[in-house]
Structures are given as structure tokens and as C-alpha cells.
């Protein structure tokens, strides 16, 4: 699978992803709402690459689902191969940013939370990373003040700001590289902020990344 990272309106660069990471409880107040505590490190979770779903695209609830919640989150990709880096050189390691999904099989999640069994089928079922196009790095001024919203069926459900993160993107990626072999082309969904909640068959998901992108998805 692959992500698209737009240059220019002209130009639109397609990148293989070999692995995508994804944070847990990354903003105070989903922690709060899913009655977690504010995590001591970051929670690392994986989806497969083969679960992305492009703007445009159907997310697919299985059948041995009931609920499926909608999580908006920053994307990052990662330019290039790197192990055991400080935040200040992860910094320059950031390719691009998007908007993404990770969408969550929320019973599913529980009963395994409850069983204390791996969240992989709730998290990385298919189509269950919609993603928009990236931005390259270098065409955003200030990172740290971006914002980003999620619209279900044109009502504004989710907002988020990087400012509000409890692990920066740097962080993620100095912790990250201290415990993987980080490749280019590695995508990591940085965490929700508050508001998740049930989306259903024929919803259709707009997500926005403050102008630069955007993601439409409809639920199958
Ligand atoms: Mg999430």
C-alpha cells in the first residue's frame, strides 16, 4: 500500500508504506473519556499496511462488528531510515503530514481490553486507516500550531491542535526509533483528541487538516 504526498498541484509523488504506528490516549481529554489514565509513555499500537483506505473510498464494518468509532488524527510519514535518534534530529525527519482515520472497532476493543488480549483486530481490520494525500514538511511554517477537525454528515464531531498533544511528533518519533528500525515511508497516527463516538452505514467522514488537506469517506 502506498500514500500520495502532493508536492504541487501538479505533482503528486506515490510512496510505498512499509509499516503504520499508531499512538493511543495522545490528547488529556480522549485519555479522560475512555477513562484511561494519562499515559506514563506513549502507547504503541500497529495497523497493517494493507488497511489504509484512500480519500473517496467505503469503510467496511465486518460482520463480527457492532460498533465502529470514528477517530480523527494528525498523520505523519517518516523521510527516511533512522534507529535511536534524539527528538531534535526527529525533527527533521518528518516527510510529510496528513489527515487520518483510525477507525476502531469499539466493542471489540472492549471485549479484548477487558480479556487483556491485543487490540489488533479493532484497530487494523480492513479499510481501517482512511487516509488523505500528505503535504511535504516543508510547506508548513509552524507545525506545532496546526489544527485539524472531523465533519460527519457536515456536523463538526472532532477538533483537534498539535499544541495539545502529550507526546510532540518529535517525541513520537525519538520513541519510536529507540524501539523499531524506522523506514522511509512509515506512517504514524499520532492520537485523537476528544469526541470519538459511532459512525453508521451510509455517514459520510470529512476530515481537515487546517486548509493544506482534506479526506472524504463514506461508510459502507
Ligand atoms: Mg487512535
Not at 505533482?11 to 510505498?16: K, L, M
Not at 469503510?59 to 463480527?64: H, N, S
Not at 525533527?91 to 477507525?103: H, N, Q
Amino acid at each position: 500500500m502506498y500514500f500520495d504526498l502532493r508536492h504541487s498541484p501538479e505533482r503528486v509523488e506515490r510512496i510505498p508504506v512499509p509499516t503504520i504506528y499508531c499512538v493511543g490516549l495522545n490528547y488529556l481529554e480522549h485519555a479522560q473519556e475512555m477513562q484511561s489514565p494519562r499515559p506514563a509513555e506513549p502507547v504503541i499500537f500497529l495497523k497493517p499496511a494493507s488497511s489504509i483506505l484512500h480519500g473517496g473510498g467505503q469503510i467496511r464494518l465486518p460482520a463480527f462488528a457492532q460498533e465502529i468509532h470514528h477517530e480523527v488524527e494528525l498523520v505523519v510519514a517518516v523521510a527516511e531510515a533512522c534507529g535511536s535518534v534524539s527528538p531534535e534530529q526527529a525533527a527533521k525527519l518528518i516527510l510529510g503530514y496528513g489527515i487520518g482515520l483510525d477507525m476502531t472497532l469499539r466493542d471489540v476493543q472492549a471485549r479484548a481490553k477487558a480479556a487483556g488480549k491485543p487490540w489488533a483486530v479493532a484497530k487494523g481490520f480492513a479499510t481501517s486507516a482512511p487516509l488523505s494525500e500528505l503535504i511535504p514538511a516543508a510547506h508548513v511554517a509552524s507545525p506545532e500550531t496546526l489544527t485539524f477537525q472531523l465533519l460527519v454528515n457536515g456536523e463538526r464531531r472532532q477538533a483537534g491542535a498539535l499544541k495539545d498533544l502529550l507526546f510532540s511528533v518529535p517525541a513520537l518519533i525519538a520513541y519510536l526509533s529507540g524501539i523499531f528500525d524506522l523506514q522511509h515511508g512509515d506512517l504514524i497516527y499520532t492520537g485523537t483528541p476528544a469526541g470519538v463516538g459511532p459512525v453508521y452505514a451510509g455517514d459520510v467522514l470529512e476530515a481537515e487538516l487546517d486548509g493544506y488537506t482534506s479526506l472524504t469517506v463514506s461508510v459502507a
